[in-house]
């Protein structure tokens, strides 16, 4: 019996053992003007214990052009981790902790940035994502190897007049389900009317897929994307433009 009760409290205490945090690296979408420099800030979240990394991290060439690394923010970490000496579409780093001391970094902080110069056109837009290419995503938690977690994000080319996002008074913009399969529903809130509203998506490298322009009357509205209107599954870009409004929200296809 006692056996039996030793067993049972065992078991209730491996379930309510919390599980923690995965590593992630990330980064986070950015907008940016052409010809502009941007600096693309690299993040963590469950970075906890962590004594060693490596990865490959790869953008578009075509859209961005590598030019410096800044705001080194982790103990041991500086160019020298990073490589090959030729940046052009692509970086990969090695990191330990010199004296093997376990790092932890709270979730959310910058612990490196790369700086580049926009050298696409609007719409062009590059995917920043962590692809372990060259070198796999890995990091090591207390000399325990594991995934390194990734989220990718997009810097998206604007033209001039369109320089800094704007999102009109309670638009409340809502895109569900997001990702999605056979359809989805995009939802908004106008205050004014709006004559000249335009709707559009783009794949990652910049090509227009859909283009509709509407009337709209102030209220709510909806708008259905359904799976006729995307060639494949992936990620892509949905742009708003109205009168004092610019904004561009991931769109999600999932097509499995």
């Known amino acids: ?28 979408d950015i907008t940016a003007n052409e010809d502009e420099i941007v600096e693309v800030e690299i993040k963590v979240e469950g970075f906890k214990d962590i004594v060693a990394w490596q990865f490959t991290f790869e953008w578009d060439s075509q859209v961005l052009e590598f030019i410096d690394f800044d705001q080194f923010n982790l103990v041991d970490l500086s ?57 796999e995503n890995i990091v090591s938690e207390n000399g325990t190897s594991k995934d390194f977690e990734t989220r990718m994000g997009v810097c998206s080319v604007i033209t001039p007049t369109n320089a800094v996002q704007t999102i009109l008074p309670n638009f409340d913009l809502s895109i569900s389900p997001n990702p999605f399969r056979g359809a989805t529903q995009v939802k908004f809130n106008l205050e004014n009317n709006q004559d000249d509203f335009n709707v559009s998506i783009h794949t990652l490298d910049g090509k227009q897929i859909y283009n509709q322009e509407y009337d709209l009357p102030a209220g709510e509205h909806i708008i259905d994307i359904t799976s006729d209107m995307i060639p494949t599954s992936g990620m892509y870009l949905l742009h708003f433009t109205g009168e004092g409004l610019y904004t561009t929200q991931k769109l999600i296809f999932e097509n499995y």
């Open 79 to 135: 160019e020298d981790n990073f490589g090959p000496t030729d940046k052009t579409d692509y970086i990969i780093s090695t990191w330990f902790e010199n004296l093997l001391t376990p790092v932890s970094v709270a979730d959310g902080e910058v612990i490196f940035s790369i700086k580049f110069k926009v050298i696409g056109e609007a719409p062009d837009s590059s995917k920043l994502w962590f692809s372990g290419r060259e070198l």
């Open 1 to 28: 019996m006692i056996k039996d009760l030793l067993l049972y409290f065992a078991l209730l205490l491996w379930f309510v053992v919390p599980l923690q945090a995965q590593p992630t690296i990330f980064a986070e």
